[in-house]
């Protein structure tokens, strides 16, 4: 059986079916651990061998050319699970993209299965035909509130100008109205004059002036 029919499980029969995506992403990732594993058991075997040669270098010739000899078939090995490892990794990169575009597809067609599920009852000249009755409500509408909203004159029809010129003649008869009343009537009575005389003024401007008078004499004797 060969490497590949052992990592997919193979020998199921012809008939069998395949693996999923998944199962062999699984099955990959499996197989690189057990070889990244063989690497670090290769690499320890590789770093012992080399101690050995460099133990056995003057002491042992054949010894020393033994391990050499063992390190370079690890070595080969190593650098076969190496080229093994990046076949594999190139394959499981693959497979994951692989799955991830089937998953993609796969939503994506139920995503139009069910748009086409939604517009299955949709007919493209009813939708038409809908659209223009709601216009036409619409503009109705927009009549009807323009309608309402004019002021309603019950059928009387004024003219504006003749309104502005009464109102212009009554309140000019209001401003000569207030006019008159400041003005008062012209035959107004005057007030009749006093018969008697003003009384006198207090005596005190005389005792203002004599308190002056000695003020002033004060002053000169001081002089």
């Not at 076969?80 to 939503?107: H, M, P, W, Y």
């Not at 139009?112 to 038409?128: G, R």
């Not at 004019?150 to 109102?167: C, I, R, S």
Request: aromatic share 4%.
């Amino acid at each position: 059986m060969s490497l590949f029919g052992k990592i997919f499980g193979g020998g199921g029969g012809k008939g069998g079916k395949g693996p999923s995506p998944q199962e062999a992403i699984q099955k990959l990732r499996e197989t690189e651990d057990m070889l990244t594993k063989k690497q670090e058991f290769l690499e320890k075997k590789i770093d012992q061998e080399l101690q050995i040669a460099k133990k056995n270098g003057t002491k042992n010739k054949r010894a020393a050319l033994q391990a050499l000899k063992r390190k370079k078939r690890y070595e080969k090995q190593l650098a076969q699970i190496d080229g093994t490892l990046s076949t594999i990794e190139f394959q499981r990169e693959a497979l994951e993209n692989a799955n991830t575009n089937t998953e993609v597809l796969k939503n994506m067609g139920f995503a139009a299965k069910a748009m086409k599920s939604a517009h299955e009852n949709m007919d493209i000249d009813k939708v038409d035909d809908l659209m223009q009755d709601i216009t036409e409500q619409q503009e109705l509408a927009q009549e009807i509130s323009d309608a309402i909203s004019k002021p309603v004159g019950f059928g009387e029809e004024f003219d504006e100008d003749e309104l502005l010129a009464e109102l212009d003649e009554l309140e000019q008869e209001e401003l000569d109205k207030n006019l008159l009343e400041i003005g008062g009537p012209e035959n107004v009575p005057l007030p009749n004059v006093p018969s008697t005389s003003l009384p006198s003024r207090p005596a005190k401007k005389e005792e203002d002036e004599d308190d002056m008078e000695d003020l002033q004499r004060w002053a000169m004797e001081a002089n």
